[in-house]
């Protein structure tokens, strides 16, 4: 096979119109595994494929990016830089967007390789082309771009010559192009920033990240919402949480928060608002947040409650995501009758309305519902069950009339209340006391779908692998719901079906 590939290769290399002899190497290519390829191809005949890429013919152009795509990939990273530095650098200039993308895609192989590395970071002249890179007007090169800064920026080295040097300016001035491009510049820095504290020096001490939070407060809304999803992401290490402490952001997104009743675009950014904190809230502390800026938690009762479906949704998601800690439930109880409020509009939004507001609602109620076994003490039992019983006159009723409802995500966000409930003590109660409850449980029949059945299974096993279950539910329905659990969710009953020779 190798024989043939470097007969097609030669055959290449004296043809005015190619197009025929490069399908026929694509081809053979794709039936020798990859691991066989590096001894098939030599480095000479190589350059004939990458000297076929200046060419208007874009059928042509393509054919040699899946051709080298192939065969690259075939060889170390060291290989690639050593034997192909030049024509990496071309491709990143290339009018053709895949072109560019092939190039970034195998430099970002070579930053990874620690002896390759060293052949990138010391070429000035490619990590300005890759820069520039960002600036281009196909996303998908700009994201490839991105990627391949941010490996770069894994060592000192790497850091160094970003940060120290002129590529600093060349970074600033692609971003005055466009704000799109603006927000690429900062989304590379954020994920550099995001890596380590010392990562995180070099763009503080860049400007980059000061002008990315002065846009927070800037007049154009949009750029506002934009910000806060780059400030968000940058608040999920501790380092950079640390940061944005220092620089005072928390306290400005608060008052942003109070700001936005008499802003009335506010709807534009208030949702990234809630969702910075309430992201923070998990990754620190509910209480502690809830405590010290009591304007965010005012908001999302407010939100909860608020007629505008954007609104509703991302209030049910921050509720969902508190309710997942044990310190997010008690700071909800806390605050007495407005929770109780907001459980009641939970409740009416999961029985009625839009599809995609009822499976978020359904999704919220069963995070706020679940307790994990060792976290199931006396008061922590009470408050989930006082919870579940505010829902409705009839709670168990009401979610499983949701569950036989004709929409997919609707059953399997009922079946998800009732996984929630499955594993304490008064759920089982709960269910062993609703007529054919147990049944509907034991029932394969009610979804037919994959996730309705993993659903289902859920349940099952969150019943069957409760220490109080069987003495709850009695010993027949527990030894029917091991059986359940051990045939699997996509079990089957044979069913016997005897043919009565000519019955006709």
């Known amino acids: 096979m190798a024989a043939s590939i470097e007969s097609l290769l030669r055959e290449i290399s004296g043809v005015e119109d190619p197009i025929e002899e490069l399908q026929s190497l694509k081809t053979a290519l794709l039936s020798i595994p990859v691991s066989s390829l590096r001894d098939s191809v030599s480095g000479q005949r190589l350059h004939v494929i990458f000297s076929l890429l200046n060419s208007s013919d874009r059928e042509q152009v393509q054919l040699c990016v899946d051709i080298l795509e192939r065969i690259l990939l075939a060889l170390s990273p060291l290989q690639v830089v050593q034997n192909y530095?030049?024509?990496?650098?071309?491709?990143?200039?290339?009018?053709?967007?895949?072109?560019?993308?092939?190039?970034?895609?195998q430099i970002s192989r070579v930053v990874e390789h620690p002896e390759a590395f060293a052949e990138i970071v010391n070429n000035h002249d490619v990590l300005r082309a890759v820069v520039h890179c960002i600036g281009e007007e196909?996303?998908?090169?700009?994201?490839?771009?991105?990627?391949?800064?941010?490996k770069l920026s894994h060592s000192k080295p790497g850091l160094d010559k970003l940060f120290h040097t002129d590529l600093l300016t060349v970074m600033k001035d692609v971003m005055a192009k466009s704000d799109v491009i603006r927000y690429r510049i900062y989304e590379l820095v954020v994920e550099i920033a995001s890596v380590s504290p010392i990562s995180?020096?070099?763009?503080?001490?860049s400007s980059v990240l000061a002008q990315l939070l002065g846009e927070l407060t800037g007049d154009d809304v949009l750029i506002r919402a934009t910000a806060i999803e780059m400030v968000t992401t940058l608040a999920h290490s501790q380092h950079g949480r640390q940061y944005l402490a220092q620089q005072g952001i928390m306290d400005k997104i608060s008052n942003m928060i109070r700001g936005a009743e008499t802003d009335p675009f506010s709807s534009l950014y208030l949702p990234g608002l809630v969702k910075f904190f309430g992201n923070l809230a998990i990754m620190d502390s509910p209480q502690q947040v809830c405590e010290t800026y009591p304007a965010f938690q005012n908001k999302v009762f407010e939100m909860a409650l608020d007629p505008d479906p954007a609104m509703i949704g991302v209030a049910l998601d921050t509720l969902g995501l508190l309710g997942t800690t044990v310190e997010g439930k008690q700071v909800l109880q806390k605050t007495g009758e407005k929770f109780k409020a907001v459980l009641s509009r939970m409740s009416q939004l999961a029985s009625s309305g839009a599809t995609e507001l009822r499976v978020r609602s359904l999704d919220a109620i069963s995070q706020l519902l679940s307790l994990q076994p060792e976290q199931q003490t006396e008061d922590l039992l009470a408050l989930t069950e006082s919870w579940f019983q505010h829902l409705s006159k009839q709670p168990m009723d009401m979610f499983r009339n949701i569950s036989t409802q004709p929409f997919p995500e609707l059953h399997c966000g009922a079946l998800r209340i009732f996984t929630a409930i499955a594993a304490q003590p008064w759920g089982q109660r709960l269910m062993i006391s609703t007529p054919g409850f147990v049944e509907f449980v034991l029932d394969r029949s009610t979804g037919q779908t994959k996730e309705a059945k993993d659903a289902k299974f859920e349940l099952v096993g969150a019943l069957a692998c409760s220490s109080t279950a069987a003495e709850i539910l009695g010993s027949q329905h527990f030894i029917r719901l091991k059986a359940y659990l051990r045939e699997g969710p996509y079990y089957v009953s044979a069913v016997a079906s005897v043919g009565t020779e000519g019955a006709e």
């Open 138 to 150: 196909k996303m998908g090169v700009a994201k490839q771009a991105i990627q391949s800064l941010s």
């Open 200 to 205: 995180l020096g070099y763009c503080a001490n």
């Open 85 to 105: 530095r030049a024509e990496l650098q071309g491709g990143l200039t290339h009018p053709n967007e895949t072109v560019k993308i092939l190039a970034l895609t």
